[in-house]
């Protein structure tokens, strides 16, 4: 009975040393860390208008919704919290969902028919790709951001029904998916584009309504939209929007919908109030957009090679694995969070320092953690021969 404990350390032996043990650290309230890991891009996780009214939920609902959303859990604040947001993206309908994970596995499942095939890039999201997987559909990976390759994979299955499975903004090296190429590869051969805009909320396109209202494909009849609501709404939770029938469908049908307790409503209120202020947020954005450019320009400087973003995830890559642990944490030992990204959760097997802009960290802060990130990095990120940033159409060569 004991193999296969024996077996799980063997495998945690390898992991450590190829350099990709994860390590859990609890993080007290109110540290005074500069978070550059995080993903509350507009800072609104502690706005006092979001918690108050996450609060006001709080008094009248207690800590959970109590059960699922067909069976008792589907309150006031979550249906408030739907039009909020079937308002702000254009869509017909939104359904929330306890996580963006669970989205998308709602999400992908959904769109599936007999002979479906599924068109996925090759850098999307863990819960996209698991969606495909669990599916069962025919899944055909395509290069990343390759429009010329989805044509070729539509092209060479005629007549059967078929889905374009993207993200917006990427969320390892930040750049942004050709959307309105995408969309226009995909209604002329009868597709469906279903786009996972997690990283553009909030961030990018017209009031901050994503990458989907940016490409100007906001409510077609053809896009199905995803999103978490845990980055620039700072709460926790996940959408899918887009056609009401395609809403209902996921109602009496989603099986992470009908199975899964509901969202807690104290969250959900919480996130309808951050999705308001984010909407009229055009400062915070421009602010975002301006950090970006001057992360570019600091890092690169440095002789670091760095990824232009097309929102507020930046990418910095690493020699190896064991160099992004090291320099994380050595950034982290003088005050500094920034994400760590090690196969196998980045999609070309190179590890990097992802640094995701806030709003919410002062600036005085913020350009004292971009020095602090050109201190700590390993002088073999700026000298390794043909050592390079990911590739990405927004890529900055040091």
Same mark, same amino acid.
């Given at each position: ?29 109110g540290?005074?860390?500069v ?12 706005h ?37 947001l ?53 899944t055909?990976?395509? =290069? ?40 226009? $590869?995909?209604?002329?051969?009868g ?11 909030? $961030?990018?396109?017209?009031?901050g ?10 409510? @077609? ?18 959408v ?7 809403v ?15 969202? =807690? ?18 400062d ?13 320009r ?62 919410? $960290?002062?600036?005085?802060?913020? @350009?004292?953690a ?8 390993p ?20």
């Open positions: 009975m004991a193999d296969w404990l024996a077996a799980l350390d063997r495998r945690a032996e390898l992991r450590a040393r190829a350099g990709l043990t994860r390590t859990l650290r609890p993080r007290a309230a540290d005074a860390v978070d550059l890991a995080g993903n509350d891009y507009l800072g609104l996780a502690t006092p208008e979001v918690t108050a009214a996450a609060a006001r939920a709080l008094s009248a609902y207690g800590l959970g919704a109590t059960g699922s959303r067909l069976v008792r859990g589907s309150t006031d604040a979550h249906h408030a919290l739907e039009d909020t079937a308002g702000w993206l254009g869509t017909d309908r939104a359904l929330v969902f306890s996580s963006g994970y669970l989205a998308n596995l709602a999400a992908v499942r959904g769109v599936v028919r007999p002979r479906t095939l599924l068109v996925s890039d090759a850098h999307n999201h863990a819960s996209l790709i698991d969606g495909c997987r669990i599916s069962g559909a025919e055909v990976v395509t =290069p990343h951001a390759d429009v010329d390759a989805v044509a070729a994979a539509l092209a060479a299955a005629p007549g059967r029904p078929a889905v374009v499975v993207t993200e917006s903004v990427f969320s390892v090296d930040g750049d942004l998916a050709p959307l309105a190429a995408l969309h226009a $590869v995909a209604r002329r051969h597709a469906l584009l279903l786009v996972d805009d997690a990283h553009a909320l909030g $961030v990018t396109g017209p009031a309504a994503g990458g989907v209202a940016a490409a100007g494909l906001s409510g @077609e009849p053809d896009v199905v939209v995803t999103a978490t609501l845990s980055k620039a709404l700072g709460g926790a939770g996940g899918v929007a887009g056609p009401a029938e395609f209902r469908y996921l109602v009496e049908t989603g099986r992470t919908f009908i199975f899964d307790t509901a969202l =807690p409503p104290a969250v959900a209120a919480g996130v309808a109030a951050a999705a308001r202020l984010a909407r009229a947020g055009d915070l954005r421009a602010e975002l957009a301006d950090r970006a450019a001057l992360t570019v600091r890092l690169g400087a440095a002789g670091l090679p760095v990824s232009a973003p097309d929102a507020a995830v930046v990418s910095v890559t690493a020699p190896n694995p064991e160099a992004a642990t090291a320099w994380a944490a050595d950034c982290r030992d003088r005050g500094v969070a920034v994400g760590c990204f090690r196969p196998p959760s980045t999609p070309d097997s190179r590890s990097r320092l992802r640094l995701t802009i806030s709003a919410g $960290v002062s600036r005085v802060d913020y @350009e004292r971009l020095e602090v990130i050109v201190d700590c990095a002088v073999s990120a700026r000298s390794e021969p043909g050592l390079r940033a990911p590739q990405s159409r927004t890529e900055v060569a040091p």
